[in-house]
């Protein structure tokens, strides 16, 4: 019953600006961990960012640290994703992803049946 859906892919010129948005439903949204996870042709699945309960705990990968912010909303039972001066690299398959394990974090572990998935939404950068 859980669901989660992705929205705000696109394509933006490098440098851009994108800000995906992941609507939640079929569970208490605010007693998981929240997470973007990313995947690019032909490469392994990516941990991007990660944020806690009480939005007071952001974790990001290393290579997009400073560029992008995640957010969420307890009321709207939503998960942001704000990307910002976007490189080519950056191209991908953006997933939102929930936490399996109640109120506890899932680091930064890929390990797929850890969470439930949202469908993706692709994000293309290119000049």
């Known amino acids: 019953q859980v669901q989660l859906v992705e929205s705000g892919g696109g394509v933006v010129q490098p440098g851009g600006s994108l800000r995906l948005t992941c609507t939640t439903s079929?569970?208490?949204?605010?007693?998981?961990?929240m997470y973007w996870f990313r995947q690019a042709p032909g490469k392994e699945l990516e941990w991007v960012s990660g944020?806690?309960?009480?939005?007071?705990?952001?974790e990001y990968t290393d290579s997009v640290k400073g560029r992008f912010t995640i957010s969420r909303d307890g009321i709207k039972n939503t998960l942001t994703l704000e990307m910002n001066n976007l490189h080519s690299e950056d191209t991908a398959v953006y997933y939102c992803?929930?936490?399996?394990?109640?109120?506890?974090?899932?680091?930064?572990?890929?390990?797929?049946?850890?969470?439930?998935w949202g469908q993706g939404t692709q994000v293309t950068v290119s000049a």
């Open positions: 944020i806690n309960l009480s939005h007071d705990k952001r």
């Open positions: 992803a929930k936490c399996t394990r109640l109120v506890r974090t899932c680091g930064s572990e890929t390990t797929r049946s850890l969470y439930d």
């Open positions: 079929g569970f208490a949204f605010n007693n998981y961990w």
